[in-house]
């Protein structure tokens, strides 16, 4: 973006020339203004946010909570990942103490907590 438009264009069907850079339109006239995409009923709405220095910090801070989406859906996918690691090595550990509980003789004497007394039946 050079002093608040765009640098490359493309033409759509309509009177509004679009930039590369998300949001930011031309008009025929020359003049830059910023737009936002929302979902609105089902579809996508084109919201007009304005152009020059309302336009920058709008696209600014869009930019901004973009980026912090980015960030945060990242941290979370390295989350489920730790914790998908974390329930294999859970589920080995189980089979483990199975394969171990299997193996120990029915007479083998394990002690008790202190202060308890094993009743023999």
């Known amino acids: ?40 009923g089902g579809k996508v709405a084109r919201e007009y946010v304005g152009g020059g220095v309302l336009g920058q910090v709008a696209a600014q801070l869009d930019e901004y909570e ?11 996918k390295e989350e489920r990942e730790l914790l998908q690691q974390s329930a294999g090595f859970l589920r080995e550990l189980e089979e483990a103490c199975e394969v171990l509980s299997r193996a120990l003789p029915d007479s083998c004497w394990i002690p008790q907590a202190p202060g308890r007394v094993e009743v023999a039946t």
């Open 1 to 40: 973006m050079v002093g608040g438009c765009c640098v490359r264009k493309t033409e759509p069907p309509d009177f509004v020339t679009e930039c590369n850079l998300v949001g930011w339109e031309t008009r025929e006239r020359g003049t830059c203004y910023y737009t936002r995409s929302k979902w609105a």
């Open 66 to 76: 973009r980026r912090q989406k980015e960030e945060e859906n990242l941290y979370w």
